[in-house]
C-alpha cells in the first residue's frame, strides 16, 4: 500500500517545483486533484506534461470565476494539503489564499513556494531558477575556471531547492495537523532551499578547506580524482577517486607510480590534470569503464539520458518505466519495492471532482 494513500491534495498548476512536487506527491499515493488553467495556461504550461503530469487528475477552473472559486473552496473543506507556486499576494488576491482556506478547513496544510520566499525585498520580482540559484552563491561554484557560471540545468533551483523542499514541509506539516488538528503555512523559497543544500561548503570553507575560485576545490573539477575526462571516442567517464585506496586504485589502473602523483598536493593537480587527461584519451569510454569495472577506483561512464535507461544497472532495479514514453521510475522505495506509475486519469470537471470528494 503505498505510504501517502487517502491523503488528498489540491494542487493549483505551474510551472516548475510546483508541479514536480505534485508527481512525486503522487507517486507516494497521494490523490492529487491538479486545478488547471481552464483557458489551457499558455505555451510553457504543459511543458514536461507527458510525464511531470503523471498521476493525477486534471480539473479546469476558472480563479476568476466567484462560482467556480466556491467550488474550489469546497474542494479545500476536504482536502488535507494545498500546494501552489504563485507570486506572494495573488492566492490572496483571489480570495484562496491560506486564511481564506483555514476558514473552511483549519487542518489544512498550505504549501506555498517560489523562487524568492513569501517576505524579502525580492519577493514580488521575477525570475528563474538561474537568478534564484544566481543568490545562494551555489550558482558561482558551477563551471570551470575563468569562465562564466555554467547553471546545473534546473535541478537545483527548481527542484531540489524547491520542489524538494516543499515536498518535506508539507509532509511535516501533515504528520503534525494530525496530531493537532491545526495546519500550517509552508513558505518553501527556491533560494533558502538551494542554500540548504550547499550547506556542506560554508563549514569547508570556515576549515579552510574551501575557495571561491572555481574549479580549484575538492568537488568542483578541481581535483584530478573528482572530475570528468574525455575518452577517445568523444564520450566521458566519470573519475571520483576521493579516499586513498579509491585513488591508489586509480593510480594503478591508469599505469601511474603513486611517487609520481601525490593526491593532496594542490601545486601538483593541474599537472596531474593534463597527465590524467592523455591517459584516458588513449581508450574509448567503454574500455575504460570494463577496465576498472571490478576495481575501486571509481571511474564510471557518463551516460546519456537514453543509455541511463538501457544500463544494466538500472534495467535490474526498475529505475526507468516505460508509458508510452520511458520515464524515471517513482522513488524512493519502500520494503525495497518501487511504486508503480499510477495510470493517467481522465480529466474531470469541478463539479465531478466535488461529487467524489464531499
Same mark, same amino acid.
Given at each position: 500500500?503505498?505510504?501517502?494513500?487517502?491523503?488528498?491534495?489540491?494542487?493549483?498548476?505551474?510551472?516548475?517545483?510546483?508541479?514536480?512536487?505534485?508527481?512525486?506527491?503522487?507517486?507516494?499515493?497521494?490523490?492529487?486533484?491538479?486545478?488547471?488553467?481552464?483557458?489551457?495556461?499558455?505555451?510553457?504550461?504543459?511543458?514536461?506534461?507527458?510525464?511531470?503530469?503523471?498521476?493525477?487528475?486534471?480539473?479546469?477552473?476558472?480563479?476568476?470565476?466567484?462560482?467556480?472559486?466556491?467550488?474550489?473552496?469546497?474542494?479545500?473543506?476536504?482536502?488535507?494539503?494545498?500546494?501552489?507556486?504563485?507570486?506572494?499576494?495573488?492566492?490572496?488576491?483571489?480570495?484562496?489564499?491560506?486564511?481564506?482556506?483555514?476558514?473552511?478547513?483549519?487542518? !489544512?496544510?498550505?504549501?506555498?513556494?517560489?523562487?524568492?520566499?513569501?517576505?524579502?525585498?525580492?519577493?514580488?520580482?521575477?525570475?528563474?531558477?538561474?537568478?534564484?540559484?544566481?543568490?545562494?552563491?551555489?550558482?558561482?561554484?558551477?563551471?570551470?575556471?575563468?569562465?562564466?557560471?555554467?547553471?546545473?540545468?534546473?535541478?537545483?533551483?527548481?527542484?531540489?531547492?524547491?520542489?524538494?523542499? !516543499?515536498?518535506?514541509?508539507?509532509?511535516?506539516?501533515?504528520?503534525?495537523?494530525?496530531?493537532?488538528?491545526?495546519?500550517?503555512?509552508?513558505?518553501?523559497?527556491?533560494?533558502?532551499?538551494?542554500?540548504?543544500?550547499?550547506?556542506?561548503?560554508?563549514?569547508?570553507?570556515?576549515?579552510?578547506?574551501?575557495?571561491?575560485?572555481?574549479?580549484?576545490?575538492?568537488?568542483?573539477?578541481?581535483?584530478?580524482?573528482?572530475?570528468?575526462?574525455?575518452?577517445?571516442?568523444?564520450?566521458?567517464?566519470?573519475?571520483?577517486?576521493?579516499?586513498?585506496?579509491?585513488?591508489?586504485?586509480?593510480?594503478?589502473?591508469?599505469?601511474?607510480?603513486?611517487?609520481?602523483?601525490?593526491?593532496?598536493?594542490?601545486?601538483?593537480?593541474?599537472?596531474?590534470?593534463?597527465?590524467?587527461?592523455?591517459?584516458?584519451?588513449?581508450?574509448?569510454?567503454?574500455?575504460?569503464?570494463?577496465?576498472?569495472?571490478?576495481?575501486?577506483?571509481?571511474?564510471?561512464?557518463?551516460?546519456?539520458?537514453?543509455?541511463?535507461?538501457?544500463?544494466?544497472?538500472?534495467?535490474?532495479?526498475?529505475?526507468?518505466?516505460?508509458?508510452?514514453?520511458?520515464?524515471?521510475?517513482?522513488?524512493?522505495?519502500?520494503?525495497?519495492?518501487?511504486?508503480?506509475?499510477?495510470?493517467?486519469?481522465?480529466?474531470?470537471?469541478?463539479?465531478?471532482?466535488?461529487?467524489?470528494?464531499?
Amino acid at each position: 500500500m503505498p505510504p501517502l494513500r487517502g491523503v488528498r491534495i489540491l494542487e493549483f498548476d505551474g510551472l516548475g517545483p510546483v508541479t514536480f512536487a505534485g508527481m512525486m506527491l503522487a507517486d507516494l499515493g497521494a490523490e492529487v486533484l491538479r486545478l488547471t488553467r481552464a483557458d489551457g495556461g499558455g505555451v510553457f504550461q504543459d511543458v514536461g506534461g507527458a510525464v511531470l503530469h503523471r498521476g493525477r487528475t486534471a480539473v479546469p477552473v476558472d480563479l476568476k470565476s466567484p462560482e467556480d472559486r466556491e467550488r474550489v473552496l469546497a474542494l479545500a473543506a476536504s482536502a488535507d494539503a494545498v500546494i501552489e507556486g504563485f507570486r506572494p499576494g495573488v492566492m490572496e488576491r483571489l480570495g484562496l489564499g491560506p486564511d481564506d482556506l483555514a476558514a473552511r478547513n483549519a487542518r !489544512l496544510v498550505y504549501g506555498r513556494v517560489t523562487g524568492w520566499g513569501q517576505t524579502g525585498p525580492l519577493a514580488h520580482q521575477v525570475g528563474h531558477d538561474i537568478n534564484y540559484i544566481g543568490l545562494t552563491g551555489v550558482l558561482h561554484a558551477m563551471g570551470e575556471p575563468d569562465r562564466p557560471p555554467r547553471p546545473p540545468l534546473n535541478l537545483v533551483g527548481d527542484y531540489g531547492g524547491g520542489a524538494m523542499m !516543499l515536498a518535506v514541509g508539507v509532509l511535516a506539516a501533515l504528520v503534525e495537523a494530525r496530531t493537532t488538528g491545526r495546519g500550517r503555512v509552508v513558505d518553501a523559497a527556491m533560494t533558502d532551499g538551494a542554500g540548504l543544500l550547499a550547506a556542506l561548503f560554508p563549514a569547508l570553507t570556515a576549515r579552510g578547506l574551501w575557495s571561491e575560485r572555481r574549479g580549484a576545490n575538492l568537488l568542483d573539477g578541481g581535483a584530478p580524482f573528482y572530475r570528468c575526462y574525455a575518452c577517445r571516442d568523444g564520450r566521458f567517464v566519470a573519475v571520483g577517486a576521493l579516499e586513498p585506496r579509491f585513488y591508489a586504485a586509480l593510480l594503478a589502473g591508469l599505469d601511474i607510480d603513486p611517487a609520481e602523483a601525490p593526491q593532496h598536493d594542490p601545486a601538483a593537480w593541474p599537472g596531474l590534470h593534463d597527465r590524467f587527461a592523455a591517459i584516458f584519451a588513449t581508450r574509448d569510454r567503454d574500455d575504460w569503464a570494463d577496465r576498472f569495472a571490478a576495481t575501486e577506483a571509481c571511474v564510471t561512464p557518463v551516460l546519456t539520458f537514453v543509455e541511463a535507461a538501457a544500463h544494466p544497472h538500472n534495467r535490474a532495479r526498475g529505475a526507468h518505466v516505460e508509458t508510452g514514453i520511458v520515464q524515471p521510475a517513482p522513488a524512493p522505495r519502500f520494503d525495497g519495492e518501487t511504486a508503480p506509475v499510477s495510470a493517467d486519469r481522465p480529466a474531470e470537471t469541478l463539479d465531478q471532482a466535488l461529487a467524489r470528494w464531499t
